[in-house]
């Protein structure tokens, strides 16, 4: 279904950026179809779609990054060639990027005289960073050094960077992704207040939610090309989805409760492990427990441990004590990857390329790569190519891998087409517990739900799932239980269902006593 | 300002023209050195090239010398397909002659049957054990392998010395440091060709190095052991993932490398010289490095590539005896020789930009 554009309750308002017939190439590939886009002053505009829809390339082209081959931009009705970024800040167009460019090591004021016009004192700019902070309500402290700040506070610093330079347009491209809730919160309310001061905002995102939370339109791109504008106010998210994806999206139900207590298949008790390096998070007495049937969800912001946890529930890391982890009761807390999967656990690590998948090979001897062990496809130590090739072809049949070629290398495929393939090679080995991080991390829509929907299609087998992620929609879509890891330590494991967002940000934010006295005051 | 920027796409043309590109620009700058130094380029690129593979016998010396590169650079691919540079092939090689020539003289009477196959298993053995020492410092203590393995192979050529001139030296040798002649059954008989007779110094030692060679690529292919190499080398966290252990691979290959470099030299000294020397080697274990690049890391091709180097190496005999040109200058050729290689794996692999400078805008800040 696509919504005709409705005309804007805005129309009052001036439009500031209009961009008509916008095409780009890169070699074959198309990566802006005529997409026509149109913004108001003060105006908060989402631009949707999927990874790879042209969303990045599209904004790269009005912030003066790249040009287009053909169409028009016109900037307060002039049409305007934007040459360069600089050339785009004199115009008065800024741009939050998703990584941020700060100096760890210097102060806030510092990292934001750095992308000013020399001649303006520090204690000069100080000044107008508190006044603009309390303004707009951002909490950036211009003498704290950025190592001391969260990704939040981060990420404002890199707004007030933007917003020092006047913009009558900012754009931010998927703010929201290293956030808490709360965080989001606050985000949204300090873009809330821009607007009211007659500020655009160009808002990337792919999650629904925020944008009918946020926006007052949004236009939606897919595989390059302009959909459809929509007032995201008459939308709902599952309508956005389909405009998104060209595609009627399924619907994952809110998941029941597994009925009872079944057996725990996967125990980890007082799982300890120093840092291994300076950057390294220690885990500080992990413990909890898988049950069959369940996807117990591990929440929380990266860099507090899941690549720690992850790497000793492989088996990449091991301790030395007893008893530590057990599967089926069996202590496996001292034994290898190949012998853990043996005993029956399948595992996906977050990063796909080099850790999950060799990119140089093909996904025959991917396949092989966590089979081999297993006993079918190697004998008296030969490998049976044959088989490998099958098995590759089965995964990638079964889960909907879309390949270039018969047996590609794991590089040719894309970042979703490969994420299928390594869950998909572990979920067809039905695991008793099946380990992942970050299941859907990078993937498209439809190439999501899919793998959600095996996971659950596994648990509901009667396999424990243990699933890290950082995407709270994600949690609460699929894991019957949820647990926080902050800092190497874990919370107790609760039932998703009764968790609200708000209990699980504070957790995520490291305030376990506050997380407590919320959850008092809504009993 | 010149940057490289990886290719996204290697094609296969430019993989298969790149050793025949640099093969050919040594060519080139080699001849433009013979010239320089006084040679005529053409005569002397006819000594190196030609003239060493004009008749029959001579072509079938070119395997004989070919002999133990190919055998060596077998097991070196692996070591270098997993990341581990082993760079003490030649002290691997002698410690192999010298455990191989213990069996052959301490029991010389051995019949042919147990003695063949009792010195291929010790020289195997002692290039290995050479290697190990490397390798287990590496898993151990994590020192770096390229040092320790090439450090061993002087304490190796030191050690092959003081026994052939000491505890193991043929009394009645008038005092040259020379062990005494290996029993019939401990060498290694020429091949008698059907209607021609014996071809060169053509020995049976030169179809044991084709048939390793078929051997490595098919482990290397086709097993698991293999797999674990290549999965090592290319991605060493998705190797953790798989469960191999690094530190299993990292002595496997050395192992081998080490194994195979032992075999060469019990092959050397059983085919070829026949008893112990101080120089049993021509330096074939640092020749075999290059063997194994310009193979590309693939043991079919290291047949190939050991041919090629080995008909250089004859060249420079060749243009020695016709030309009189210094000893020096064929290392200079083998040395441009891995240069060009190195240089078109870069390029193979990398694009080359040229860009200015970006001015530095100093001018205006030295003012203020």
């Known amino acids: 279904m696509i919504a005709t554009p409705r005309p804007s309750r805005n129309q009052s308002r001036s439009v500031l950026l209009n961009a008509s017939g916008i095409c780009k190439h890169f070699g074959d590939f198309t990566a802006n179809d005529d997409v026509s886009f149109s913004i ?27 040009q287009p081959d053909s169409g028009q931009i016109e900037w307060r009705g002039q049409p ?85 330079q006047d913009p009558s347009l900012l754009i931010m491209d998927e703010p929201t992704s290293v956030l808490t809730p709360q965080e989001t919160g606050q ?33 939606v791109l897919r595989r390059g090309r302009n959909v459809g504008t929509v007032d995201t106010a008459g939308q709902s998210s599952k309508q956005l989805a389909e405009m998104m994806v060209g595609d009627s999206v399924g619907d994952i139900a809110g998941q029941a409760r ?25 885990l500080r007495q992990i413990s909890f427990a898988a ?74 001897d991917n396949a092989l790569l966590t089979s081999h062990s297993l006993g079918r496809v190697v004998t008296r130590g030969l490998v049976d190519a044959d088989a490998t090739r099958a098995m590759a072809a089965e995964v990638a049949g079964a889960f909907d891998v879309r390949l270039p070629q018969e047996n590609p290398m794991a590089s040719a495929l894309s970042g979703g087409n490969l994420q299928k393939f390594v869950v998909g090679r572990e979920i067809s080995k039905r695991p008793r517990v099946f380990i992942v991080s970050q299941p859907t991390w990078g993937v498209d829509v439809g190439a999501a739900l899919s793998i959600r929907t095996a996971i659950l299609d596994l648990a509901a087998s009667g396999s424990a799932v243990v699933m890290i992620s950082q995407d709270l929609e994600e949690i609460f879509t699929i894991s019957h239980r949820v647990a926080v890891l902050y800092d190497g330590a874990l919370s107790e494991a609760m039932v998703t269902a009764d968790v609200t967002p708000e209990r699980l940000g504070l957790l995520m934010g490291g305030s376990a006593a506050a997380a407590g006295l919320a959850a008092e005051a809504q009993a | 300002m010149i940057s490289l920027t990886p290719r996204k796409e290697i094609p296969l043309t430019l993989t298969l023209m790149t050793p025949l590109v640099a093969i ?29 593979v004009s008749r029959p016998d001579q072509v079938a010396d070119l395997f004989v010398k070919a002999c133990p590169l190919i055998i060596i650079a077998s097991g070196l691919v692996f070591a270098y397909r997993a990341n581990v540079w082993n760079i003490g092939a030649e002290g691997q090689l002698i410690l192999g002659a010298m455990a191989a020539g213990f069996v052959a003289l301490t029991w010389p009477n051995l019949p042919g049957p ?39 192979t002087y304490v190796a050529v030191l050690f092959i010395d003081w026994t052939v001139r000491g505890p193991w030296r043929d009394p009645m040798s ?195």
């Not at chain 1, 108001?40 to 599209?58: D, R, Y």
């Not at chain 1, 090591?105 to 020399?118: G, H, S």
């Not at chain 2, 020289?123 to 320790?148: D, Q």
């Open chain 1, 80 to 164: 305007t060639v934007i040459r360069s970024p600089q050339h785009a800040r004199e115009l008065g167009i800024g741009m939050v990027f998703q990584h941020f460019s700060l100096f760890q090591a210097l102060t806030v004021a510092e990292n934001i005289a750095l992308a000013l016009p020399p001649g303006e004192s520090l204690a000069d700019l100080a000044d107008r960073v508190r006044r603009m902070s309390a303004e707009y309500g951002i909490g950036v402290d211009p003498d704290a050094r950025v190592h001391n700040l969260s990704v939040g506070q981060q990420q404002r610093v890199e707004i007030v960077r933007c917003l020092l």
């Open chain 1, 258 to 282: 597994p009925d009872g207590q079944t057996t725990a298949l996967l125990e980890v008790a007082s799982l300890v492990r120093p840092a291994g390096t300076a950057f390294a998070t220690p």
């Open chain 2, 114 to 152: 147990v003695m063949m196959p009792a010195m291929i298993i010790a020289g195997m053995l002692g290039g290995l054990a050479w290697g190990m020492i490397p390798a287990l410092l590496k898993t151990r203590f994590n020192t770096n392998e390229i040092l320790v393995s090439l450090m061993l």
């Open chain 2, 174 to 368: 008038f005092g040259f440091p020379l062990t005494p002649m290996y029993a019939d059954a401990a060498l290694i008989s020429r091949v008698e060709l059907p209607g021609i007779g014996r071809l060169g110094q053509l020995h049976w030692g030169v179809a044991g190095a084709l048939i390793f060679a078929l051997a490595a690529w098919f482990m290397l292919s086709r097993s698991i052991l293999g797999f674990q190499v290549k999965v090592m080398g290319d991605a060493p966290r998705a190797g953790r993932f798989a469960g191999f252990s690094p530190a299993m691979v990292t002595i496997m290959v050395m192992g081998i490398s080490g194994g195979a470099a032992g075999l060469a030299g019990m092959v050397e000294v059983s085919a070829n010289i026949g008893q112990l020397q101080p120089d049993i080697s021509f330096g074939y274990g640092f020749t075999a490095i290059i063997v194994a690049f310009l193979a590309r890391l693939n043991p079919l091709a290291v047949i190939i590539a050991g041919l090629v180097v080995a008909l250089a190496e004859l060249g420079g005999d060749s243009a020695q005896i016709a030309l009189a040109m210094p000893k020096v200058v064929t290392g200079v050729f083998k040395g441009i020789l891995l240069f060009m290689l190195l240089a078109g794996e870069t390029f193979n692999r990398y694009h080359v930009t040229f860009s200015l400078p970006h001015r530095a805008r100093m001018q205006g800040d030295s003012d203020a």
């Open chain 2, 24 to 52: 050919a620009l040594t060519l080139v700058v080699g001849a433009a050195i013979f010239g320089i130094l006084g040679y005529d380029p053409l005569a002397a690129l006819y000594q190196f090239f030609i003239a060493p």
């Open chain 1, 291 to 364: 049950r069959a049937g369940e996807v117990l969800g591990i929440a929380g912001i990266a860099g507090n441990g899941q690549d720690e946890l992850m790497e000793a529930l492989i088996g990449e890391w091991r301790g030395r004590d007893a008893d530590v982890i057990r599967i089926d009761g069996v202590d496996i807390t001292r034994e290898g990857p190949s012998r853990r999967r043996q005993l029956g656990l399948g595992f996906v690590p977050e990063e796909r390329n080099g850790h999950a998948a060799v990119p140089n090979m093909t996904l025959a």
């Open chain 1, 40 to 66: 108001g002053e003060g105006e908060i505009h989402a631009l949707l779609g999927e990874n790879g829809a042209g969303k990045s390339t599209f904004v790269k082209m009005v912030y003066g990054l790249l």
């Open chain 1, 187 to 219: 985000l949204f309310d300090v873009l809330r207040r821009f607007s009211e001061a007659g500020v655009a905002i160009l808002f990337i995102s792919h999650k629904l939610e925020e944008i009918r939370a946020l926006t007052e339109r949004a236009t």
